[in-house]
Nanobody, 124 residues
């Protein structure tokens, strides 16, 4: 069974930074595009960032562009989300997900595997 495990969440003041990690096991990590999503209380899960299998292409939600950076280390089976200039509205549970490689942007329903999530709380 494929396993994705997120880490790095926590409580941070507005303007601060966090780095999330997601490590995969029981899958050939370099064969998958990876994405980060988040869900705040009472809201739907929303796309945050994605990276293709090789790391050559990235996508960002407008709300995080210029503040968040997604990257991956296939040798470590890990995808990262560097989050800078955090805002209270970034507070959510953050999930990583894996999808088969695609030349186009993928929606949440097209991701095959999901992690359990890590809580990020940004205080004002």
């Amino acid at each position: 069974q494929v396993l994705l495990v997120e880490s790095g969440g926590g409580l941070v003041q507005a303007g601060g930074s966090l780095r999330l990690s997601c490590t995969g096991s029981r899958l050939t990590f370099s064969n998958y595009d990876m994405g980060w999503f988040r869900q705040a209380p009472g809201k739907e899960r929303e796309f945050v960032a994605a990276i293709n299998w090789s790391g050559s292409s990235t996508y960002y939600a407008d709300s995080v562009k210029g503040r968040f950076t997604i990257s991956r280390g296939n040798a470590k089976n890990t995808v990262y989300l560097q989050m800078n200039s955090l805002k209270p509205e970034d507070t959510a549970v953050y999930y990583c997900a894996a999808a088969p490689p695609s030349p186009r942007f993928l929606g949440p329903s097209e991701y095959d595997y999901w992690g359990q999530g890590t809580q990020v709380t940004v205080s004002s």
